[in-house]
């Protein structure tokens, strides 16, 4: 499950520019958090989740500026679940000028799935499972992956 939606998932406010005229780099963060947030639910993840003890932290992120984007830009997301494991979760977020629909940066994100009372890691419960296994895509990483190289 790839999703890819010209609808509006923010537009780029005058507070996230700076002093060069476009999006500031941390405020591509935002707008990747703001795309997490619309995925979620897709993913039985959310506050339903947490309502369950358990939340996402994020492990490791990267992120690749290809086109700026300057005030009030509208941006729309495309999500897509790339790889998970027990304890892991891997997803991309690509953001599009929502109305020109050329591509401005992509997000790759490697989620824990966290036991709240404990702030220890723990496995996905097996109807998280089963969502992420219905929504991965065949598309490969471009830079993170589940384990680390010599682990």
């Known amino acids: 499950m790839a999703t890819r939606?010209?609808?509006?998932?923010?537009?780029?406010?005058?507070?996230?520019?700076?002093?060069?005229?476009?999006m500031n780099l941390a405020y591509y963060l935002v707008a990747f958090d703001l795309a997490t947030d619309r995925l979620w639910p897709a993913l039985n993840l959310g506050a339903p989740f947490r309502a369950r003890g358990?939340?996402?932290?994020?492990?490791e992120s990267w992120q690749a500026y290809l086109r700026e984007v300057v005030r009030d830009?509208?941006?729309?997301?495309?999500?897509?679940?790339?790889?998970?494991d027990a304890k892991r979760l891997l997803i991309r977020h690509r953001l599009h000028h929502a109305e020109e629909g050329w591509l401005?940066?992509?997000?790759?994100?490697?989620?824990l799935c966290v036991d709240l009372a404990t702030r220890r890691v723990v496995?996905?419960?097996?109807?998280?499972?089963?969502?992420?296994?219905?929504?991965?895509?065949?598309e490969a990483p471009r830079r993170l992956a589940l384990t680390r190289p010599g682990r």
């Not at 537009?11 to 700076?18: A, S």
């Not at 496995?123 to 065949?138: G, N």
């Open 5 to 22: 939606t010209t609808e509006v998932l923010c537009r780029v406010r005058p507070e996230w520019v700076d002093h060069y005229g476009h």
């Open 54 to 59: 358990l939340g996402t932290f994020a492990a």
């Open 73 to 84: 830009a509208p941006l729309a997301a495309a999500s897509a679940v790339l790889a998970f």
């Open 104 to 111: 401005a940066a992509e997000n790759e994100v490697l989620y």
């Open 123 to 138: 496995s996905w419960p097996e109807d998280v499972l089963a969502r992420f296994a219905a929504a991965r895509t065949d």
